[in-house]
């Protein structure tokens, strides 16, 4: 009886294939970050909040060991009404990696009836951001504008 080297072959790729889908990113494992945006310790609003076109924005940056910004991806969220934020996997659905992040923090808005941006222009964006998190299971993240100067200065736009 002969056997057939492209059937066991076959076999392996399928079996390979399957385990390299589980370990990609939004496999689980990661971390549903949650936390609150504050000015002055209360919740940071905005008059006239409509999500995504009059509101905050957050984007949260990987720093490596040093403290330098890492190259990988970003988390986004949007500031509810209330403050509150939860920064989740580019699926809504997983969570992002525990350990340091620096969050650039925009304020969305229509300047002149326009598209909307970002009305601080980069004041807080990711290069000059001060704020910074650890992300860990079961800790909220409490992040305070009020004060906050930037680390450097923004990016000419």
Known sequence: MTRCPWVWLSFLAVVCGSVA??????????VVAKGKLLDGGTPAAIPDYKESSNCYELEFFPLDASGN?????????????DGSFSVTDQTGKGGIPPGKYRVAVARIGQAGGGEAEDLWQGKFGRQVSPFTCEV??????????????????????
Not at 70 to 81: D, F, N
């Open 21 to 30: 889908v589980g370990c990609g990113p939004g496999g689980g494992g990661g």
């Open 136 to 157: 860990k299971a079961g800790e909220e993240i409490t992040i305070e504008l009020k004060g906050a100067k930037p680390t450097g200065k923004p990016p000419e736009t």
């Open 69 to 81: 910004l890492a190259v990988a991806r970003s988390y986004r969220a949007t500031v509810a009404q």
